[in-house]
Every structure is written in structure tokens, then in C-alpha cells.
């Protein structure tokens, strides 16, 4: 197996010539075959162990094991300790979870503080085989059934191509010791069910299924590629990114043969899961949404609007001093008094000064709020109205900003200016008021 490793290394992970590695070896056999490999060979090599504190003492033994064996031969270690049950009751995540967070997080530390190049874990073919009948029992899409990756990042997996067998068959060939987790025999895990009764039986009707295992993995990676070029290309054609939200235009959607599967590829990186409420979108009405964790969908008229979640305080205000030049939160608004006006814009109005009333406000629109519209001769109108003519979308809506003198509406901003503080013959202070 050394051989056939060195081999593997040489025509996959060449690139790990010359680097400083981390071997993360939690003292079980694969890791300790891992690292008792990577001894044999020209590589600077330390460890990195965690101790989750899952198993009592059995986790304690562990962190001295690994300990003991470092010291013995001269390699650097790492260790650190998790209170993990602790942390997955905080964040309401299952222990597996937490653990593979916690764990993930202080090797990318390690990377960083300790100056390694890449950190490795001793997942093989079998565990490969586990994550993707367990990612089909819970009826994952096609990326589930790819595999585990031979890289993420800067964590490698150098043991991917290799079988249980090869690693229990080095392990006794050279005298390797390990530690074996007690929780490893236990069915409580859906892993160690899959592990201990589906895979044998899998072997048993096929003595080569990891062999066939890993071909039809081979065809699912190449169809992931062609998915995800259809996905960027189909993406140019339907989306309109502006800033941080994007708009998906839905005539040129639900044109497409399988439009859900198109949204469930571009929509998936940012938490959704409720997809049977995302699907029901494009047939709603408008004013309809889905959050996830971080983000909320929005079918407005002829788009689904994605936009990251911006909880408006209705509350929020902002004062201006009759001196002030420029604002600049929310909004970049600039003040500055003329002599004539040019024309007005939804982006630059020119207003009588001695008409307002400082300090303004800047402010949310409210329900209930009217204004005098410019050039409408003094009739109000409801802001809600405004809005609707204009067709706005709920995120535009929430978005919008008014200006105000006292209790009157100067300006919506980007929109329009209120009739009450124009430019008249008898002016004397124009004060330009600028959207940037």
C-alpha cells in the first residue's frame, strides 16, 4: 500500500510536495494509518487532535495516546479540547454537527497560527460509500451522491481511492497501533447502521461494488459539471443581479423545461429549504415571500426578488441641522444653496429654504402618509398610492425614504418632490437637495 500511496500522491497531490502539512489524527486506525504513511515518506508533517470530550475518560486516553506517540516520534502536535455537547444545546445543532464545526474552525486556525500549508483528513473509500447512502436515504439532490471531495479549500483527503480492507491489511502488516472508539460499535448512529449492515450485505452481492461504487460516482461528478454549466448559463439569461439582491425575471422562468430545479441550483447556497413554498411563488400573488436564515425570496409581479433580510425599524430618524452639507446614513444627501435652478430630477430637487423648517427628518414612510405632489396644484395624495403607480416592489417600499419639514413631506426621496416647498417668483433661498 506504501507504494501504491506514494504513487497516488505523486499523480494527485504533487502539489503537497515541499508543504507543511497537518495531519488531523484523532488516534483511531485510519488516522494512525495516515499518519504512520506519511512518516515513511519526505513530508514535514505535525498533528492536530481534538478532544471532544464525548466519552469520559475514552477521550482523555485518546488526547494521551496521541500525546505519547508525538513525543516518541518528534512530531509537532496540536491539541485542543471542546465542550461540544455544550455547543450544540447553544446552537441547537445535533453532537455530530457541532463536532465536525468546532473541529473545522480550529484547523483552519492551526493553518493560519501555526503556518501550515494544508490540513488532512483520513477519510477512504468506505466512508465515501457511508456519506452517500446515508445522503440518498434522506433523498439528496445529485451534489449529495457526488462524494466526499479529495479537496475542500485547503483540506485534502489522500485516502479517498483506498478501501477499508487496504487500510485494516497496512495496519497489521506494520504492527500499527490505534485506538478503537467505543461508540463505533454502536447502531445508535445512522453511519454505523449503514456501516455495519447495509455495506457488508453490498459487498456480499458484489465483491467489486467499491470498485463499481466508484465508476457510477465518476458518471454523477461529470453530470454535477454539466448541471452546473447549464445552471450559469441558464442564470445569465433569467438573472439581474444589482448590488445584493437579485431579480429573476419569471416569463423567462417557467419558460424553461424544469424551472425547479434551475431555482432549487441557484437558490440553494443561500439556506433555503422549504422548496415546495418557493415552487408555489411563481404562481402567487405579489407581495408573497420565503425567509431563509439570512435571506428572503419575493414574487413581485413578473420577479422573484432575492434580497438579503432587512428588518426596518419604522422608528428610525434621522435629524438635519439647517448648516448640515451632507448626510450620509441612510442615504448620501447633499445640501447646498444656489442662485438659479436647473432641472429637477428623481435624483436632485431644488426647494424654497425659508419654506422649511429645521431640523428635517429623515424617515420611513408610513401607512397614512400623504403628500402634495409637484405640479398636481396642491391635491394630496397617499404615498401608498404614489407607490402603486409607480410599481413598486415590497423591497423598494421598505427601502424608501421620506424627507420632512415638521410633519410635511419635503421630498420621497428618488421619487417625488412635494408641491408646498417649490421654486416661486418671490424666492429668495434656493436650496438644492442632491441623492448621490
Known amino acids: 500500500m506504501l507504494q501504491k500511496f506514494q504513487n497516488h500522491l505523486l499523480h494527485n497531490f504533487q502539489f503537497l510536495s515541499g508543504k507543511k502539512i497537518l495531519l488531523a489524527t484523532s488516534g483511531g486506525k485510519d488516522s494512525m494509518v495516515m499518519l504512520h504513511l506519511f512518516q515513511?515518506?519526505?513530508?514535514?508533517?505535525?498533528?492536530?487532535?481534538?478532544?471532544?470530550?464525548?466519552?469520559?475518560?475514552?477521550?482523555?486516553?485518546?488526547?494521551?495516546?496521541?500525546?505519547?506517540?508525538?513525543?516518541?516520534?518528534?512530531?509537532?502536535v496540536f491539541i485542543t479540547q471542546f465542550d461540544t455537547k455544550a455547543f450544540a444545546e447553544d446552537y441547537k445543532v445535533s453532537t455530530q454537527v457541532a463536532a465536525r464545526e468546532l473541529r473545522y474552525n480550529w484547523f483552519y486556525e492551526l493553518l493560519e497560527t501555526e503556518k501550515f500549508d494544508y490540513i488532512l483528513t483520513a477519510h477512504h473509500a468506505d466512508d465515501n460509500l457511508e456519506t452517500f447512502l446515508i445522503n440518498l436515504s434522506r433523498g439528496t439532490g445529485l451534489e449529495g451522491l457526488t462524494g466526499i471531495p479529495e479537496q475542500n479549500d485547503r483540506v485534502i483527503r489522500p485516502l479517498l481511492a483506498?478501501?477499508?480492507?487496504?487500510?485494516?491489511?497496512?495496519?497489521r502488516i506494520n504492527n500499527i497501533k490505534w485506538r478503537e472508539d467505543s461508540s463505533n460499535a454502536s447502531d445508535k448512529y445512522l453511519r454505523n447502521k449503514i456501516r455495519h449492515h447495509l455495506v457488508p450485505m453490498l459487498k456480499e452481492l458484489n465483491p467489486n461494488f467499491l470498485s463499481s461504487f466508484?465508476?457510477?460516482?465518476?458518471?454523477?461528478?461529470?453530470?454535477?459539471?454539466?448541471?452546473?454549466?447549464?445552471s450559469i448559463m441558464i442564470y445569465q439569461q433569467v438573472a439581474k443581479q444589482e448590488d445584493d439582491t437579485i431579480y429573476f425575471d419569471l416569463n423567462k422562468l417557467i419558460k424553461l423545461p424544469n424551472y425547479k430545479s434551475y431555482l432549487h441550483q441557484w437558490l440553494k447556497e443561500f439556506g433555503f429549504s422549504a422548496w415546495d413554498d418557493i415552487y408555489d411563488l411563481v404562481e402567487s400573488q405579489?407581495?408573497?415571500y420565503v425567509f431563509s436564515p439570512e435571506y428572503r425570496l419575493l414574487k413581485d409581479r413578473d420577479s422573484l426578488i432575492l434580497s438579503p433580510i432587512n428588518f426596518v425599524n419604522e422608528k428610525e430618524e434621522y435629524s438635519i441641522d439647517e448648516n448640515q452639507k451632507e448626510v450620509n446614513i441612510p442615504l448620501n444627501l447633499l445640501f447646498c444653496k444656489v442662485a438659479d435652478i436647473s432641472l429637477t430630477t428623481n435624483s436632485a430637487i431644488f426647494v424654497d429654504?425659508?419654506?422649511?423648517?429645521?431640523?428635517?427628518?429623515?424617515?420611513?414612510?408610513?401607512?397614512?402618509?400623504?403628500?402634495?405632489?409637484f405640479g398636481?396644484?396642491?391635491?394630496?395624495?397617499?404615498?401608498s398610492k404614489l407607490f402603486k403607480d409607480e410599481k413598486l416592489s415590497l423591497l423598494e417600499k421598505e427601502n424608501s425614504w421620506l424627507l420632512c419639514s415638521n410633519e410635511d413631506i419635503v421630498w420621497i426621496i428618488g421619487l417625488r418632490q412635494d408641491e408646498r416647498f417649490r421654486i416661486e417668483n418671490t424666492t429668495k433661498n434656493i436650496l438644492k437637495i442632491q441623492l448621490e
Open 40 to 76: 515513511q515518506l519526505d513530508y514535514e508533517i505535525g498533528i492536530a487532535h481534538c478532544n471532544f470530550q464525548l466519552r469520559e475518560m475514552e477521550s482523555f486516553e485518546d488526547q494521551n495516546f496521541i500525546q505519547e506517540y508525538a513525543a516518541a516520534n518528534d512530531i509537532p
Open 162 to 171: 483506498f478501501s477499508q480492507e487496504e487500510m485494516e491489511e497496512y495496519a
Open 214 to 230: 466508484h465508476k457510477t460516482q465518476t458518471y454523477l461528478q461529470e453530470a454535477q459539471v454539466m448541471v452546473e454549466d447549464a
Open 286 to 288: 405579489s407581495g408573497k
Open 353 to 373: 429654504a425659508d419654506k422649511l423648517q429645521f431640523p428635517l427628518v429623515l424617515r420611513h414612510w408610513n401607512e397614512g402618509d400623504s403628500f402634495q405632489p
Open 376 to 383: 398636481m396644484n396642491g391635491k394630496s395624495k397617499k404615498v
